[in-house]
């Protein structure tokens, strides 16, 4: 999947979490991220704290690729 912008990753990161049948509250208790970051990573929020998105990719199994055009 080609990410242009924030809200790119956020679907992406919720279809998976969908395609995993996990909660926003069970991946809160599971990682101590909160509830409103995870809603604000998947509503495409253009300024959530990186670290904790990766760390949110990690949880759900997903990797992240960079790549030149």
């Known amino acids: 999947m080609k990410i242009l912008e924030a809200s790119d990753l956020g679907a992406a990161i919720r279809g998976r979490r969908k395609e995993l049948h996990y909660t926003q509250a069970y991946i809160s ?14 509503n495409g929020k253009p300024t959530v704290e990186m670290e904790k998105v990766f ?13 030149n055009r």
């Open 55 to 67: 760390q949110l990719l990690q949880i759900l199994g997903m990797d992240l690729f960079i790549e």
């Open 29 to 42: 208790e599971f990682t101590g991220l909160s509830i409103s970051f995870i809603s604000d990573v998947e």
